[in-house]
């Protein structure tokens, strides 16, 4: 739904097959690794200002408004609220589950309750 390609690159490009190929992995995917480049933008403008050339303020305006893509992007992220701490937290609570039911599956096994009928 991103129009602005970089200097139109791409924004011609038919949506992708709802198959994705077979080296990349399933959707729903991240966009591409390209777009969260700004390198090629700021190439772009590098090589504006080599030739004194007037598109240099085109491409400052799509380097201004991918920067304000990925702002929007990153807060929209889930658990971008959440502090380092609090994550650290939720971290230890889940291992804590983690051991706690495997220590009841070891339990459960051992009173040989499921005995697995012999064929």
Do not use: W
Not at 9 to 18: D, F, N, Q, S, Y
Not at 22 to 50: G, N, R, T, Y
Request: include cysteine; hydrophobic fraction near 30%; charge should be negative.
């Amino acid at each position: 739904a991103m129009a602005s390609g970089p200097a139109g690159r791409a924004a011609e490009e038919l949506p992708p097959p709802p198959e994705p190929p077979a080296e990349q992995k399933p959707s729903p995917l991240p966009p591409a690794q390209e777009e969260f480049s700004f390198l090629p933008l700021v190439h772009d403008i590098i090589k504006c200002m080599d030739k004194d050339s007037q598109d240099v303020h085109q491409v400052l305006n799509e380097l201004k408004n991918k920067f304000q893509e990925m702002r929007k992007l990153i807060s929209s992220m889930p658990g971008i609220g959440v502090s380092p701490e609090q994550q650290q937290q939720q971290l230890q609570n889940l291992r804590e589950q983690v051991r706690t039911k495997n220590e009841l599956l070891q339990k459960y096994k051992s009173l040989c309750m499921f005995e697995i009928p012999k064929e």
